[in-house]
């Protein structure tokens, strides 16, 4: 890789990973092996890149920042896709590698790291893991459990098809420039059997729940369910945060059902 110096775009909410010792264990965490189908998001300067294609032979980028693409396209063992990652479709990606399943590798810009999460969720079943470097806060509600501050919208989506476990603190001298806040490195990996849920459905019923948080549910989601004639039981006299993933699961499948 070519050592020009590459100045860190905010609009791209680019910070690059420098801490070796950091590179390492996210790479220990990872453990990529030769002949793997991996795909890294945002490679910025290759920090991370360098180790992983040199035990995988080969690797799959992500970069939507041409003057970067242009020099990791110099790496002999990169196939470097130039696009904005949400564009990306992982099927596809899967399909053209000859690969059953992906793993997925990157450190997310924290500008858009939710919205890439919800976009992979369209393709878990062509994932076998992901390994994902965001902000600490993010990863804390990601994993978050029922009747905390840091349970949400985002635990109960993501906790419907992942196991995730929060795997790695990482500093923020860790990377050049150093952003405001902590990150950490969460390990994601889709349920092989998980219930069957219109996902357009349980999104919405969720955003409701979570809309007024400090209120009881029979203020939003209560009133959602009258308004569908929901004529099952599910107790309302809760805050959102008091309901377990597996219950909102079981409403959304209800609630689908009466619908259908």
Do not use: C
Not at 196 to 223: M, P, Y
């Amino acid at each position: 890789m070519s050592a020009t110096r590459h100045i860190p775009r905010k609009r791209f909410g680019q910070h690059f990973l420098a801490d070796g010792g950091i590179i390492d264990a996210i790479v220990m965490a990872i453990e990529p092996k030769p002949g793997q189908a991996m795909v890294e998001i945002g490679p910025g300067q290759a920090a991370l890149t360098q180790p992983l294609v040199e035990r995988l032979g080969r690797l799959s980028v992500i970069e939507l920042d041409r003057d970067l693409a242009r020099e990791l396209r110099r790496h002999p063992q990169l196939d470097v896709i130039e696009s904005d990652v949400l564009k990306v479709d992982f099927a596809q990606l899967a399909h053209d590698l000859s690969a059953p399943k992906l793993r997925v590798v990157g450190n997310l810009p924290y500008n858009i790291s939710t919205p890439i999460l919800f976009h992979l969720l369209q393709y878990v079943d062509e994932v076998e893991d992901q390994h994902f470097m965001l902000q600490k806060e993010v990863i804390d509600r990601m994993v978050a459990r029922p009747a905390t501050s840091a349970y949400g919208r985002l635990s109960v989506m993501l906790q419907w098809r992942y196991a995730m476990q929060d795997v790695l603190f990482v500093p923020p001298h860790s990377f050049d420039p150093p952003p405001r806040v902590d990150s950490a490195v969460v390990r994601m990996q889709p349920f092989s059997v998980a219930p069957t849920v219109d996902a357009r459905l349980l999104s919405e019923l969720v955003q409701v729940a979570f809309s007024q948080r400090r209120k009881l549910l029979r203020h939003t989601l209560g009133r959602w369910l009258e308004a569908r004639g929901f004529a099952g039981s599910f107790d309302v006299q809760r805050r959102a945060e008091e309901v377990p993933v597996s219950e909102y699961l079981d409403l959304a499948q209800a609630t689908g059902e009466k619908k259908a």
